[in-house]
């Protein structure tokens, strides 16, 4: 397919989903990421949902990766006596301690911003992948639709 400039996205490149380099702020830094918006039929159509959630995210960014790190967060502490008994010795490095969202910083990775396929009309969602020291085979994956947060592995997402 050919690249499109999209009136909300701008120019993205087809790559099994529309894609273009990106960044977002998290853990107080820019994050370089790949944003990637999911097309959703056999023309990989961009929807107006998908359009809306961008906009919002870029409106709202700060507090909504904010509650995404927070969730992430209460997530992590909820796993981590399970990945404690797994990793043994080594989860002072893998899974250690933490105080608070901030020392996720040292243990994720986040790598692409996702605008998925419109299930419902109207809804607004995204997702945040990447990698994390506990899990670097599957990832993490953050996944927030019409404001409820999903956490999990990255076959969380779409």
């Known amino acids: 397919m050919k690249?499109?400039?999209d009136s909300v996205f701008g120019d993205l490149e087809f790559e099994a989903?529309?894609?273009?380099d990106d960044q977002i702020?998290?853990?107080?830094?820019?994050?370089p990421v790949l944003l990637l918006v999911e097309g959703n039929d056999a023309e990989e159509s961009i929807l107006d949902e998908q359009r809306a959630s961008y906009t919002n995210f870029r409106a709202n960014e700060e507090r909504l990766v904010g509650e995404a790190v927070e969730a992430l967060f209460r997530y992590y502490c909820e796993i981590r006596p399970e990945l404690e008994s797994q990793f043994?010795?080594?989860?002072?490095?893998?899974?250690?301690?933490?105080?608070?969202?901030?020392?996720?910083?040292?243990l994720v990775k986040f790598t692409t911003l996702i605008f998925p396929i419109v299930l419902e009309?109207?809804?607004?969602?995204f997702e945040i992948?990447?990698?994390?020291?506990?899990?670097?085979?599957?990832?993490?994956?953050?996944k927030v639709t019409d404001g409820d947060v999903e956490i999990g592995g990255q076959d969380l997402l779409t």
Do not use: Y
């Open 3 to 5: 690249p499109i400039t």
């Open 17 to 20: 989903a529309w894609v273009r």
């Open 25 to 31: 702020k998290i853990f107080g830094e820019v994050c």
């Open 88 to 106: 043994g010795p080594r989860a002072g490095d893998l899974a250690p301690p933490l105080a608070n969202s901030s020392g996720l910083s040292k």
């Open 121 to 125: 009309e109207g809804e607004q969602s």
């Open 129 to 142: 992948m990447g990698s994390c020291t506990w899990d670097p085979e599957h990832g993490i994956g953050i």
